[in-house]
């Protein structure tokens, strides 16, 4: 297996204080390998975008460790860390309609980051490297000199993910990177960020709620739930062999493309109460190779069983 990028450890992130605290992720643990996609897959509300901007140090953690190459990079870090990361990690942001900066154009916008993370480029290699950036990402170079109200909602998506290659990173956030689109425009942008990780070595987080996106563009998929990441393993096997049952239900909720069969299925719904945590609490479990589990010993026999059917 390939060496480990990043490393996520008993890591907690609490907003509010006192009585209003409320602690949006607990004890989260997961590892990304260099040139993976690691799907973070849950509902609305469930911790993963607060996962991926802890990651990027937007937002501070509570505890645990984050671990970037090896290095610990939540807390107070040096100021050549945080210049190597700014340059290393990137983001592409949910919204292409509210990330992009109106009064920009788009060779601003593109080439921003440059003069942080590249400061001895001149005018004219900037200039060249934001026209490489859009060509990377099926735009033409003309677009550099137009605003970002000009574009399809696809196309203003393109900029965004130019934004965060210019500076060529090893590792990007993407949040929820095609919920915003229309589904004719998705699978483009699900193919375009495919090529660049061929292209450019790249490691993806990729954050979304949509199970069978996570199938396509993901090699391993870890499922969230309030905080709680409750299943981890490889895509197709996660898919085809779910075993925590708030994992069950997400896929139940995939629709069908055969109308009779969507209208057949059973749509199943998941309940917290189901599990009796007070003499047995959970653990990470293997049940099946390389197939981790959060469940009691009792859940692991039950659930172990009725996937070899």
């Known amino acids: 297996m390939a060496e480990p990028l990043l490393e996520v450890k008993n890591l907690q992130v609490t907003y509010g204080s006192g009585r209003k605290a409320y602690s949006a992720v607990q004890n989260a643990s997961f590892t990304i390998y260099k040139g993976e996609t690691f799907g973070l897959v849950g509902e609305s509300g469930s911790g993963k975008t607060t996962i991926g901007r802890a990651i990027l140090r937007i937002l501070p953690t509570t ?9 610990r990079i939540n807390g107070k870090i040096s100021r050549a860390l945080d210049k190597q990361l700014t340059r290393e990690i990137q983001m592409i942001f949910q919204d292409p309609q509210s990330s992009l900066n109106e009064r920009a154009k788009v060779s601003y916008i593109v080439g921003e980051g440059l003069q942080n993370v590249r ?3 001149s005018a004219a290699q900037r200039e060249e490297k934001v026209r490489q950036a859009l060509l990377d990402v099926g735009l033409l ?6 605003f970002p109200h000009e574009f399809s909602g696809g196309q203003r998506q393109r900029i965004g993910i130019a934004r965060a290659l210019i500076v060529e990173p090893e590792f990007i956030v993407a949040d929820e990177p095609i919920s915003a689109l229309d589904m004719s425009i998705r699978a483009q942008v699900l193919n375009l960020l495919r090529q660049l990780q061929k292209q450019h070595g790249i490691t993806y987080l990729f954050i979304a709620h949509d199970l069978s996106v996570m199938r396509y563009i993901s090699d391993r998929i870890a499922v969230i739930r309030k905080g709680n990441i409750l299943e981890l393993a490889d895509a197709e096997e996660l ?4 075993l925590h049952p708030y994992t069950r239900s997400l896929l139940s ?4 493309p055969d109308p009779r069969r969507e209208r057949e ?6 309940d917290p109460a189901m599990h009796d945590y007070t003499a ?5 479990r293997e049940l099946r190779p390389r197939h981790w589990v959060l469940c009691n010993d009792a859940e692991a026999e039950r659930w172990s069983a009725e996937s070899i059917f």
Do not use: N
């Open 119 to 121: 400061p001895e480029l």
């Open 253 to 256: 909720a995939i629709p069908m």
């Open 280 to 284: 047995a609490p959970p653990a990470w």
């Open 141 to 146: 170079p003309e677009f550099a000199s137009r």
């Open 63 to 71: 505890g645990g460790e984050i671990l970037y190459k090896g290095q």
């Open 239 to 242: 898919v085809t062999h779910p």
């Open 265 to 270: 299925k059973k749509l199943l719904v998941y």
